[in-house]
């Protein structure tokens, strides 16, 4: 059982978080932007400080590797991406990097023995803050082992054109990747003719560790999900010369649906399985000016649960209800994306399990709602996950915080992981 550095994960948190420092708590760090580009120095620094070899692929990923024993075994990578959304924290992203750096950072202090080299990898832009949307590189490296109705969202002649969202001095992401000092060559790419096997380690986002008392959680899977636009039809008219009883009023139908719908579906979880979400997170209303009745009304509804037949139920549901007409007005609804559930590799999970056993460290099986670089990964080459206890489940936002000692705890459970895997594969 080999042990990760408090110490050393210490200093890294405490360095990267400099990096789009917001002034309060947090960062704001696009990809490829001056702050990422610091991010992507210290960790191109710090690798080859332990004699690492840093290497770029042509959409700016990073790899840096140490060599094993068999100089023909396929790479061990560990990584995750080191962008943030806008007032972000310190942790998401960037602790599946540090515990990349940490992992290789340990075996060379060390001199752990091991067979396959080990590689510590930045994916770009996963939050896809500056340049939507999220997962973008994942999904363009990924794109031939993707389903095509995923694999489709993600052409990279498509990516290339993808506008900024806030203030950018490039017009789109496929020129900011240009002006990149960190893109290199499409050779470099992960790809399964020269890796086995991938870790992501991620802060949980959400409660489910803490409320349980555990430090880490094993990755079983990455729930399925679809997400829709559910749009109502009425017509406008002033708001003070037109009766009541004469009016289609598009936002009180879908207030109406809404409210309906929050009942059918919980009726549906009657067992109250926590890991049946749904959320209706953005809003359009037209005209949306105080003196008119609105003629549109739009929310978007995004589901996830892990079981197909039961997001096939609720799926029914919406239908049928969209068939309905409410408060005089018409519904209808389009999809926009529907996502499989992403099972992990039961190897990989099986090494983090008897990891997290092997340590004495509180740990359960546990699911990921939200979506990773790791989940497209899978597709591609054996992967899994580990998450880490997050403070009061908080992410995305500047409170986000996880204890240096669970950063560390997550670090070393990757490293013993790995360790398995390295004797596991040829
Ligand atoms: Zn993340």
Redesign the pocket.
Known sequence: MYKCSLERMSDKIRTFAKYGDAGHGGITRYSLSPEANMARAEFKKRMEAIGAKVECDDVACMYATIEGSDPNAKRIVMG??CDSVKNGGNY??ILGVMTGMEVLETVVKENIPHKHPLTAMIWTN??GSLYPPAMMVSGIICNDYLPPELAKNFKYENMMKSKPMDESEFANFGEALAASPYKGDKANRISPDKYCAMFEA?LEQGPILEDNGNEVGAVQLVMGMFNYRVRFHGFTAHAGTFPMAKRHDALYAAAAFLCEMHKRFDELNEGQDPEFVYTTGEIYVHPGIHTCINDEAEFSLDVRHPDPELRQKVMDILKEMAAEEWCKCTCDIEEQWVRDTVYFDKNLVGFVEESMEEMGVKWQKILSG?G?DAQFCAYMIPTTMLFARTKAGLSHCEDERVSDEDCTTVATATLNAVLKADKFYD
């Open positions: 995750s991406h998401d992203g996963e939050e991620h939200a990773h």
